[in-house]
């Protein structure tokens, strides 16, 4: 066998290799596809927005013991919550992803072909462990969350990249094997599951965070409410608001519009028609909180934080 023969026999396979590595369906591309159709994926994202606006809403309301479907909080607020508290873990994704998609192109232009087929072999073993590491510590945290509250977001996050991992891991093999071309419904079927499972880690994370994010900004809101602005609600009927610090004051004009004023209070937010309003001394040992639906016969007069109404109306 001649030089030429010998030296096209030999780096033949790294061509094949290399011309699966480029093919859009083989290879690592075929997991980066996988990331990127959950992170591109539009409908996905806002399910995750709503759903974490939705689980902040709930347990931030449940802070000072008011059930947010009293409130009809509309879809708009919802997603608000959820853009106002998702963006900076889903720029910081956002920026991992994008390193090591640079990185990846950056070693890809500058290693030979054979060298990036020894570095993904490499790889390949490597991704394998550390996704089934993954799994094996996150799976059981289903079974009992509760000692790793204080990591809020990261088992979730840990069960997504252990399935991204072992979907790279298994691509590789395959190319490796020379099955990276056969059983096109098979191929599908994993991208399917894979994209759900890791949907499904993205949706436990986001459940926990957003958990963690409306505890604190409810502890948060009430050690606020001190300078909060004071709030004087007058109403045609009495509403019969009694609590700490709360006073109900009776008007002698009896041909006057507002009978009743009620002093110390704080609006905690107005929606959907209904008034949320809090005594200036709440605290969540015996706070109460008052649900009022909003109509024409209260008014409402804001002051400085600790001034004092008059004794009269």
Not at 165 to 187: D, H, N, P
Not at 283 to 297: N, Q
């Amino acid at each position: 066998m001649s030089v030429v023969s010998t030296r096209r026999a030999v780096t033949a396979p790294a061509s094949e290799v290399a011309s699966d590595l480029t093919d859009p369906q083989t290879g690592s591309s075929r997991a980066l596809r996988i990331v990127a159709s959950v992170v591109a994926n539009t409908t996905l994202l806002t399910a995750l927005l709503y759903f974490f606006g939705l689980v902040a809403t709930q347990v931030f309301f449940a802070h000072f013991r008011v059930h947010y479907t009293l409130l009809g909080q509309t879809s708009d607020e919802i997603l608000a919550r959820g853009a106002d508290g998702l963006f900076m873990p889903l720029a910081g994704i956002a920026i991992a992803v994008l390193f090591v998609t640079f990185l990846a192109r950056y070693l890809r232009t500058r290693l030979s072909a054979r060298r990036w087929a020894a570095f993904l072999r490499v790889c390949a073993p490597v991704a394998a462990v550390l996704g089934a590491a993954l799994l094996a510590v996150t799976v059981p945290i289903t079974v009992d969350p509760e000692p790793y509250r204080g990591y809020p977001g990261l088992p979730g996050l840990g069960f997504a990249a252990g399935v991204v991992l072992l979907a790279f891991a298994w691509r590789r093999w395959s190319v490796t094997a020379g099955r990276g071309r056969q059983g096109a419904g098979f191929g599908v079927a994993e991208s399917v599951a894979a994209f759900l499972l890791v949907s499904i880690g993205l949706f436990w994370a986001v459940g926990d965070y957003s958990s963690a994010v409306g505890t604190r900004r409810g502890a948060e809101t009430e050690a606020r409410v001190p300078d909060m602005p004071a709030l004087v609600v007058y109403s045609g009927e009495s509403l019969n608001l009694t609590g700490e610090g709360v006073r109900q004051v009776t008007c002698a004009q009896p041909d006057a519009a507002h009978k009743y004023r009620y002093d110390g209070l704080k609006l905690l937010l107005q929606s959907g028609g209904q008034y949320v309003f809090l005594p200036a001394t709440w605290r969540t040992s015996s706070g109460t909180a008052f649900v009022v639906p909003r109509t024409d016969s209260l008014r409402l007069e804001f002051g400085p934080p600790g001034s004092t109404p008059p004794p009269t109306c």
